[in-house]
């Protein structure tokens, strides 16, 4: 067993966005958008990194505060897009509207794209 923990501050500020269209026969998209800064004065634990404490605590007169910068997990933009298709198979669809049993097999599929 093992524990880490990390030793430091750190200030995020962020804009997000997302625009969404769907229609009636089961087409969807979603585009959304990040802008965002993050500051900090301590290492990167969580994403690969081996440091859980100060970034530079040994900076003689200055600390801790001294070391305030953009921190190493900034993303400063995110755009992400997705999408999904609703098949017409099974209850109130086009095709295979067929009855209990059909309904519960082939109803209720759909098609995603992620990126």
């Known amino acids: 067993m093992s524990y880490h923990a990390t030793v430091g501050g750190s200030d995020y500020n962020g804009l997000q966005t997302k625009l969404e269209w769907q229609n009636a026969q089961g087409l969807n998209f979603l585009l959304a958008y990040t802008y965002s800064k993050t500051l900090g004065d301590a290492g990167d634990l969580l994403n690969g990194g081996s440091t859980g ?13 001294f070391d305030w910068s953009l921190a190493d ?31 519960a097999v082939v109803g209720g599929w759909s098609a995603m794209v992620d990126r």
């Open 53 to 65: 404490g100060y970034r530079a605590p040994d900076v003689p007169g200055l600390g801790p505060k």
């Open 73 to 103: 997990f900034d993303l400063r933009q995110v755009l992400h897009f997705s999408g999904g298709y609703e098949l017409p198979l099974g209850k109130n669809k086009p095709w295979l509207n067929t009855g209990k049993v059909a309904n």
